[in-house]
């Protein structure tokens, strides 16, 4: 598999990154299908979807900017650094953690108002809903990191190894060829839960999807960090976004379980 030699598109003055057309597919996807599926459950709810993302996209994604800058602030206030790069987030950089907390604490007060407005269900039910189309915007960017040349894995020789430029390899493997396509395969563990959770979720109770949602991405991120060998900040030789995950998908699963129990005693 080759690293794409274009990242951007000309059109005169214009410059578009293929990246932020990525993450612009991605969100217009996950306002759809989140749409879609909240009216099913509540057809009153018309535009709500949209309306929300208003406030949810912008937040979710100053803080998922946030989280990548906190987590890897060599890259950008180390000796080598530039603090001004922190602000380029077309050349990549969001932490999902991030984006999806602040997101989600937007969203929380923006649906509230829609609340105010019409009979609605619950923010759970409403977070049930987007979860399918979230999953399936990660795995669009991702196709972002593909046209950027980022976040590839350990060296390997399996048939869909990434072929890297020279140019873009980290330092120590300048003299491997071919790397593990990591965003690749988040791109592919996004898309199966998705599918799984829109084809079993109506069996779960009100916030089980969401929870399954953060708990099994979390479970597929944790792996795929081990593999990836791009800069980031370590605990106990670990690296930090391998402890986020850990701890977010025993949270998640934990709270996934707590809402089946209670679901039942109903």
Same mark, same amino acid.
């Given at each position: 598999?080759?690293?794409?030699?274009?990242?951007?598109?000309?059109?005169?003055?214009?410059?578009?990154?293929?990246?932020?057309?990525?993450?612009?597919?991605?969100?217009?996807?996950?306002?759809?299908?989140?749409?879609?599926?909240?009216?099913?459950?509540?057809?009153?709810?018309?535009?709500?979807?949209?309306?929300?993302?208003?406030?949810?996209?912008?937040?979710?994604?100053?803080?998922?900017?946030?989280?990548?800058?906190?987590?890897?602030?060599?890259?950008?206030?180390?000796?080598?650094?530039?603090?001004?790069?922190?602000?380029?987030?077309?050349?990549?950089?969001?932490?999902?953690?991030?984006?999806?907390?602040?997101? *989600?604490?937007?969203? =929380?007060? %923006? @649906?509230?108002?829609?609340?105010?407005?019409?009979? $609605?269900?619950?923010?759970? /039910?409403?977070?049930?809903?987007?979860?399918?189309?979230?999953?399936?915007?990660?795995?669009?960017?991702?196709?972002?990191?593909?046209?950027?040349?980022?976040?590839?894995?350990?060296?390997?020789?399996?048939?869909?190894?990434?072929?890297?430029?020279?140019?873009?390899?980290?330092?120590?493997?300048?003299?491997?060829?071919?790397?593990?396509?990591?965003?690749?395969?988040?791109?592919?563990?996004?898309?199966?839960?998705?599918?799984?959770?829109?084809?079993?979720?109506?069996?779960?109770? *009100?916030?089980?999807? =969401?929870? %399954? @949602?953060?708990?099994?991405?979390?479970?597929?991120? $944790?792996?795929?960090?081990? /593999?990836?060998?791009?800069?980031?900040?370590?605990?106990?030789?670990?690296?930090?976004?391998?402890?986020?995950?850990?701890?977010?998908?025993?949270?998640?699963?934990?709270?996934?379980?707590?809402?089946?129990?209670?679901?039942?005693?109903?």
């Amino acid at each position: 598999m080759p690293t794409p030699s274009v990242s951007v598109l000309e059109l005169g003055p214009l410059t578009i990154h293929f990246y932020a057309l990525c993450i612009i597919a991605g969100i217009l996807i996950a306002v759809w299908l989140g749409d879609k599926r909240l009216r099913a459950v509540a057809p009153n709810a018309q535009n709500v979807v949209g309306d929300v993302a208003i406030w949810a996209v912008p937040f979710g994604i100053i803080g998922g900017r946030l989280y990548h800058v906190i987590s890897s602030p060599a890259q950008y206030f180390g000796a080598n650094g530039n603090a001004v790069d922190a602000l380029k987030i077309w050349q990549g950089g969001l932490g999902i953690w991030g984006a999806i907390s602040v997101g *989600a604490v937007a969203a =929380f007060f %923006a @649906y509230k108002s829609q609340q105010k407005k019409k009979e $609605l269900p619950s923010f759970a /039910i409403f977070m049930d809903a987007l979860a399918p189309g979230i999953l399936f915007a990660q795995a669009i960017g991702r196709l972002g990191n593909w046209f950027n040349g980022e976040l590839f894995g350990r060296p390997t020789d399996l048939p869909w190894a990434l072929s890297v430029p020279v140019g873009l390899r980290p330092d120590g493997y300048a003299t491997f060829e071919t790397f593990h396509p990591t965003f690749l395969y988040e791109l592919l563990w996004c898309s199966a839960v998705a599918i799984a959770l829109i084809l079993w979720g109506k069996k779960l109770a *009100a916030g089980q999807v =969401f929870s %399954a @949602y953060v708990g099994l991405y979390s479970i597929g991120r $944790l792996f795929i960090e081990i /593999i990836r060998i791009d800069q980031a900040n370590t605990i106990a030789g670990l690296r930090v976004n391998v402890w986020v995950s850990a701890i977010v998908a025993t949270l998640a699963l934990a709270n996934y379980l707590r809402l089946g129990r209670s679901s039942a005693k109903i």
